[in-house]
């Protein structure tokens, strides 16, 4: 995706100006305890490792997984300040400055993994409630922490990524944080038929008259407005998306114009805004470097093998728990059942490459999911033995191939 050099500085110094706010009290009582000759060697380590986790976010926040580890390898060669990958706890060897945090108390690099919260299984069958689980990782930890900070400065956010990267549930999980006594919450999802004045009755539906012709969220409260498929308004013949013109206007001069009094200014005050959208190319629109540019911007990269791991381990642990409800074969066999699912479907990704004529079929954790969901929804109790889970599993596997089979218009036999 192409940004411009001004969006990437104005997102680097969001990022310097959150961080220096929530690092500043560790940073000047560091100061007052040992006096300014003996912290400033501290201080500028601790700076440093703050400058290098927002250039990475920022400037590298828009890179691919490959890119990101090339970039880890270049900032290793200028600067000597930069986590050991596979020295501290929760890291592997194979970890960047991406798995890394500064702890604003210690100014150190924090692996991500201590910060990951604890993932409570909801109660009742997993496969019923499947599609509002959201297991936390590494990877939706850390974007959530980036996504508050551009908030916290009140700079838009938006998040770019395939299919099935948890955009929008990295994005509601952020919001369900707010506190409503305080806040509300507005979601739009773009298409192709929106209309400037379709997203102008929307947003002026969701607010009240503050003074004059200052306008704001009711209740005096502040409103998160979160668009979704920001990407996909229809592009005129001059190359613009008209109604992205009016929320760059709305973002970038705070007000609209009245729509039943022309040439009458309203400011329109007290919202953020956060967006998510599919990366550009095979048939999917760009954004604009005229709306781009007000957006701190980062890009949802698939998970890694362990984060998918931990999400469907944790999810058939509960499941299948080892604690005699469920046969003790069907336990020990649900917890290999996550790896032989996972190498299945790494290696359908590498062989069944999208062709000309299925370019949009491009496999992601939702095909992944939804094995996982027909699994969960069997009944557990009832399975006798490990037979009757592989079974389960076999006929998810076989139902998503031949589905898989008719999307693609693959040849098939009766042997097959």
Known sequence: MAITEVGLVSSLLTMLSALTAEHREPLSAREHM?????????????????????????????????????????????????PEAGTTIGSSPNDTIYSFVVNATSGEWEHWGKRVPAWKPPQGNLGAAFGSILVPTIDSTCCQYNIELALSQERPVLLIGGPGTAKTS???????KQNPAETTIKSLSFSSATTPLVFQNNVEGCVEKRQGRTFGPPGGKKMFLFVDDFSMPEINKWGDQITLEIVRQLIEFKGLYNLQKPGEWKSIIDIAYLACMLHPGGGKNDVPNRAKRHFHVMNVTLPALASIHQIFGSLTAA?????????????STATKLV??????????????????????????????????????????????????????????????????????????????
């Not at 390898?73 to 600067?79: M, P, Y």
């Open 319 to 331: 499941a299948f728990p080892a604690n005699g409800r469920v046969h003790a074969d069907v336990s």
């Open 339 to 416: 790896d032989m699912t996972v190498q299945v479907w790494e290696a359908i990704k590498s062989k069944l490459l999208p062709t000309p004529m299925k370019f949009h079929y491009i496999f992601n954790l939702r095909d992944l999911s939804r094995v996982f969901q027909g699994v969960f929804m069997c009944d557990a109790a009832g399975l006798r033995g490990r037979d009757d889970l592989l079974q389960v599993a076999l006929a998810l596997a076989l139902t998503l191939a031949l589905a898989l089979a008719l999307a693609l218009a693959l040849p098939l036999t009766s042997d097959q």
């Open 34 to 82: 040992y006096g300014h000759e003996l912290a400033e060697p501290a201080e500028t380590a601790h700076l440093e490792r703050i400058f290098l986790f927002a250039l990475a976010w920022s400037v590298g926040g828009t890179l691919e997984s490959a890119d990101r580890t090339r970039l880890d390898k270049f900032l290793r060669s200028t600067s000597t300040i930069l």
């Open 170 to 176: 990295t994005v509601l999980q952020v919001l369900a």
